[in-house]
């Protein structure tokens, strides 16, 4: 029952994450943790080092940085609380605006979403 009562808080822990943070400096072989983040719909900020440049899409599952310094400098840009704040205020700006001029362009891109 731990082990159960564990995955359900790793995968609550990982949901809400803004990032996963992945600043290896050796060839990872795999990395099950990236495939988790990603699972749980969080972005992993990498060296693209070993198996990393496979598990991470750069700029679509996540970043590869060329340092771990690197790595820490792109989560500040990209995930500090100013920075999520403007793109949700951004997204939610153009769900309004589909809904006031016509409702049905935000209702069609849920769709494609689902």
Do not use: K, N
Request: overall charge neutral; hydrophobic content about 45%; glycine content about 10%.
């Amino acid at each position: 029952m731990a082990a159960v009562h564990a995955c359900r808080l790793g995968r609550r822990l990982l949901g809400r994450a803004r990032a996963l943070l992945f600043p290896i400096d050796w060839p990872e072989p795999f990395g099950l943790v990236m495939a988790e983040a990603m699972a749980c719909g969080t972005p992993v900020i990498a060296c693209p080092l070993g198996a990393v440049p496979e598990v991470v899409t750069d700029g679509v599952t996540g970043f590869l940085c060329s340092t771990p310094e690197d790595c820490r400098a792109r989560a500040e840009q990209c995930f500090s609380a100013q920075t999520m704040a403007a793109g949700y205020e951004r997204v939610y700006r153009r769900a309004l605006d589909g809904v006031v001029s016509g409702g049905g362009a935000v209702l069609e891109r849920v769709a494609e979403l689902a």
